[in-house]
């Protein structure tokens, strides 16, 4: 496991690898969301912009070269371009906790419940699909951020110290992976983006870890 100074010390929680050095990232709390881009190895911040006081940023996600950012309880969808410029924000009709690029240019989103939402990226008034993300046939609350690893999609259980593998197109959990000590990393959650583990953090988190052979 490779340490790296986590730049600003962010509440993350959306996290996209961008290439081998640079990451994006949206930091999250009332009156102190933002969202930045910095290279993790070396610390430089190519650019950091805060977010209105009432908005609390959640999950990013890429598309149509912007950045789409989801929002805590406004029910809203912030677009930025590739180089942090505010352009536009839409609806999401739903409290927002996590997102990922679904099939057939969707989104799919978590909002603490048991529920995917999947809509189409400017039409959040367009719901296309709903279901429960399962396990053994029971729903499972609190779902919290997503990340797409192959053919499953990986997510953490907020307040607990596991991660689930679920299929990709049922949301059913193929595999769970059990995290002990997970808390005393001071992080409330853990997602996965490609080789890195970013921590949705509790409190305001020091260092990211990378991960060999994930």
């Known amino acids: 496991m490779i340490r790296y100074r986590h730049v600003n010390r962010p509440f993350t929680q959306g996290f996209i690898l961008l290439d081998d050095d640079i990451i994006v990232e949206t930091s ?102 709903e279901r429960p993300f399962t396990c053994l046939g029971q729903q499972i609350a609190y779902v919290n951020e997503l990340e797409v690893v192959g053919n499953q999609i990986l997510a953490n259980v907020f307040g607990q110290e596991l991660l689930v593998y679920f299929n990709y197109d049922t949301l059913e959990c193929e595999k769970i992976v059990s995290c002990p000590g997970l808390y005393r990393l001071n992080s409330e959650g853990i997602v996965q983006v490609r080789d890195f583990f970013s921590c949705e953090c509790g409190v305001l988190m020091k260092i990211i870890f990378r991960v060999a052979g994930t």
């Open 28 to 129: 999250g709390g009332y009156g102190e969301s933002y969202i930045q881009i910095y290279n993790y190895k070396t610390g430089e911040v190519k650019k950091k912009v805060d977010l209105k006081p009432e908005h609390f940023a959640e999950g990013i996600a890429e598309y149509e070269n912007e950045f789409h950012v989801l929002t805590w309880r406004e029910k809203v969808v912030l677009v930025y371009d590739k180089d942090l410029n505010y352009v536009r924000e839409y609806p999401s009709l739903s409290d927002g906790w996590g997102m990922i690029n679904y099939v057939d240019d969707s989104f799919l989103i978590t909002n603490g419940s048991a529920i995917g939402i999947e809509f189409y990226p400017n039409k959040g008034d367009r719901h296309v699909n």
